[in-house]
């Protein structure tokens, strides 16, 4: 609940900061000053507070740019509102952050204003998976930031780390986890796959598919609690109401090191890695800025500290990065990582939500 | 005295800013949501406009029935909850001194404006096995150790109630308070015990406005999505939480147009069926 409260301070604070801004475009002598100002969507609660705390004013010391950032809900709801608005020519946000699957969506109705590769310095430092392309070739969307998904525990109630995702499947867990409510953000069909199935190409096939499912039904008696909101969980697994589930390592780490009883454990099969991209709404005029944005962004500099500061798994490659084996341990692993299969969520879309509801619904 | 029927424009004047009212906020929305639930849907964006069946081919099914009976049981349930709880508690209310009654309904208002979310964590922090009040009963020795209430199906209906109850109050008051109080005399001059004046003579004369608070109870409740999550399992899950799950995150608007316009034809229905009951009734 503390987290609501503060996420509505600051919600209110980026109001005050509109208004604030506001008012200092009615005055023309500042105007010279602080004309260049770009909204960016971040995801709300722990990113954005760590973004406006060590991101965005780096980023406008070295650049000239004020940034106001705006706190965007998780799922695809913040695509839907940016599509809605772009229609009507707005742009609630110049850059977004903006999940695999989403930035695949929003290609479909060229949502993203295209990204011109030379104006990424460190365009060629960047991991392959990272550059998000149309079909065409053209860039719809740069790795913003990368996280993991993995097994977490109350340390109060489990005092031995869990080493693999078959402790989800363990009778000894019934009514203890809480796991993510969407086939699309949880990924646990590539769980499933990863830990009996030999791995994620066993989803090639609907048959595949409808064998993870089978063998996911059987995780259904130990979940407490499917949750949609990342504070439902977090406040749970913080109390040791529910003390075992599937959250972002980042997010636990950073909870840890507050003193909280909690822990992040790579499973053997390796952690879930997900991540988002930095994405241009077509509606927005601010083009030149979100390139500079996403240059000062691609830096590993700028990789390293968020790094050490948010918790993210850096985008560029390991060796241009100047991260210590324990800071890089902190944010990421050398366990082989499990891939969610985006593909699926794009092409099988409504077939698997529809086996995925009835599933836990049913 | 009888009433003269209207003849000019003007006549029927004070009708335009309610109907222009009705029109924006009613039907115009549910037009366009009539519309999009008929369009093609796109798997890898959004819609394009068309005049397909799909949609509601798909709602058809065993298992979006059985979510809709739930969602319709659940909501009929708070709502008889909230009018057998709040009746009696508003007639009382309504015989004490008029400051005991202001400051009454001052905290009921303060209720109100607690949103949906508060009230869902706090409610799941009662609930909780860590923090919640079955610590309290195992402190008094009424129990042997703390559990955990929730996720079921009860804390999903304590919450709904608890959100539902101060509306209800505030739909009966007027009436209640309105009720000539030498209906009640007379009842007990001729012998009726205080409980049975107030059922033989209070409820039924007051049954229109109960049924219309049972409705208006209904209706607030069907559309709660938010408390089902925080305090349920996915099987008391209601419609509406699975249509904020099409619109928002599978980005599948005409199917939640689909699923949300049989929901406000099924409601609009009991609604419907309800007030006949209730004419025939009358008339007898």
Known sequence: ?362 | MKREAPKSLADYSPLFFPGLMLIVFFVIPFSTMIAVSFFQRDPSGFYTPDFVFTNYARFLSLFFAKVLGFSLMLAVMVAICCVVIAFPFTFLLTRRPRKVQTVWLVCLLSVLSLSEVIIGFAWSTLFSRTAGITNLFVAIGLMKEPVALLPSFWAVLTGMVYQALPYTILVLYPALVRLDPTLLEAARTLGASPVRAFMNVVVPALRNTIVATLIMVFVFALGSYLLPQILGRPSHWTLSVLITDQAIYQSNMPFAAAMAVFLVLMSLALVGLTLLVGRRENAL
């Open chain 1, 1 to 362: 609940m503390t987290k609501i409260l503060n996420h509505r301070i600051s919600r209110r604070a980026v109001l005050g900061a509109g208004v604030a801004s506001a008012s200092l475009l009615a005055m023309p002598s500042v105007l010279r000053a602080q004309d260049r100002s770009i909204k960016i969507g971040v995801y709300g609660g722990y990113f954005k507070k760590s973004f406006d705390e060590h991101i965005f004013p780096e980023f406008t010391k070295a650049t000239g740019i004020a940034v106001e950032s705006i706190a965007e809900p998780t799922g695809e709801a913040w695509l839907v509102q940016l599509e809605q608005a772009a229609k009507a020519g707005q742009a609630p946000a110049d850059i977004s952050m903006m999940s695999q699957t989403s930035t695949l969506k929003g290609q479909a109705t060229e949502l993203w204003t295209p990204i011109d590769a030379a104006k990424i310095k460190n365009h060629g430092n960047l991991l392959d998976h990272f550059v998000n392309k149309y079909p065409d070739g053209r860039i719809a969307g740069i790795g913003a930031v990368a996280w993991y998904i993995t097994l977490v525990t109350n340390t109060d109630v489990f005092k031995e780390a869990p080493t693999s995702w078959a402790a989800l499947w363990d009778p000894a867990n019934a009514d203890k986890l809480g796991l993510l409510a969407l086939a699309s953000n949880s990924f646990l069909l590539e769980v499933t796959a990863s830990t009996f199935m030999g791995g994620t190409k066993a989803l090639d096939t609907e048959e595949g598919i409808l064998k993870a499912f089978e063998k996911l039904a059987e995780v259904k008696p130990n979940v407490r609690l499917w949750y949609r909101d990342e504070a439902q969980f977090e406040q749970a697994l913080k109390s040791g109401e529910i003390p075992m589930g599937q959250y972002y390592h980042d997010v636990t780490g950073l909870a840890a090191a507050d003193g909280q009883p909690v822990r992040s454990t790579f499973p053997k099969e390796g952690g879930i890695q997900d991540s988002g991209n930095w994405v241009i709404s077509r509606a927005s005029t601010m083009v030149d800025e979100a390139h500079v944005f996403i240059d000062h962004m691609s830096q590993p500099a700028v990789q390293a500290l968020m790094s050490r500061k948010v918790g993210t798994a850096p985008t560029l490659k390991k060796e241009v990065l100047d991260l210590k084996p324990e800071e890089f341990a902190a944010v990421s692993s050398d366990i082989p990582p499990i891939i969610p299969r985006y593909d699926l969520y794009t092409t099988k879309a409504d077939w698997i939500n529809q086996k995925w509801t009835e599933l836990i619904v049913g």
